[in-house]
C-alpha cells in the first residue's frame, strides 16, 4: 500500500480495532449492578487498581494488555509508545478531540470521550458503546488507557466527567495508577508500518489540518495520485 493512505486508513479503524478486540475475545459478557471491589494490575509500564472483579484477558504483548470487568460490561486496554501525543493528532481526525485534562499522583492526563457503534451481527445490540482513552505523556514515554463500555452496561455511561461513567470508575482508576520508565518503549511510527521520516511527513499535513488547512490531506493525496 502507498504511504500516502496507510495514515488515512489506520485512522479509520484505530479505534474499531480496540473495539474489534473486543469482540474477537469474547469479551463484554454480564449485566450486574456495579461494585465497589478493586482488582489490582501490574504491568511493566503502569500499575493500579480497578474498580470492580476485574481479570486478565491478554497479555501476549509486552507493551499492551486487556483486561475485562464481565460483570460491569467493561474492557480495559492499557498501552504505551513513545509519543502519545502523536497518536492523539491522528485520532482528532475522527473526531476524538477537546479532553478533559486532569492531574492525578503528578500524572497529567488528558481524558477524551467517544462512542463507536459494532458493524457487524457479533453485537448484543444497537446501542453505542462508550470509549474512555486517558491519555498521559511524560518525557521519553506515552501511556494510554482505553476503556470500552458495551452498550448494555447498567453504568450511567455520560460523555463527561459528572457521571457515574467517570466518577465511579476512571477517576478511581486514574488515582491508583503510577506509572514507570520503560526500556525499548515502541515507536508510535513503527506501529503504522512506517519509517520515522515516512510518519513525520504524515503528522505535518495532519498539523496543517488542525491549523485550518482542511484541505491539506485531499492535496496530498492528488498530488502522489
Known sequence: M????????????????VVGFVFATGMLNGNEKTTQ?????????MEGAF??????????????HSYEDKKNKITYNMSTVDD?????????LQGVMNPEERTYNGNDWNIYFTQAVEDNNGSSS????????CQSQAEKQGYLIYMIV???SKINASLNTYGELYTDFVEPLLKSITLKESKHVPKVYEEFGLTEDEFNQQMDLIKEYKAGNTSALQQQQTTEG
Open 2 to 17: 502507498e504511504t500516502k493512505n496507510i495514515i488515512i486508513i489506520a485512522v479509520v479503524v484505530a479505534i474499531i480495532a
Open 37 to 45: 471491589a478493586t482488582t489490582p494490575f501490574k504491568t511493566e509500564f
Open 51 to 64: 474498580v470492580g472483579n476485574v481479570s486478565l484477558e491478554n497479555d501476549d504483548e509486552k507493551f499492551m
Open 84 to 92: 502519545t501525543d502523536a497518536l492523539m493528532d491522528i485520532y482528532y
Open 126 to 133: 444497537d446501542k453505542p458503546m462508550t470509549i474512555v482513552i
Open 150 to 152: 458495551d452498550g448494555d
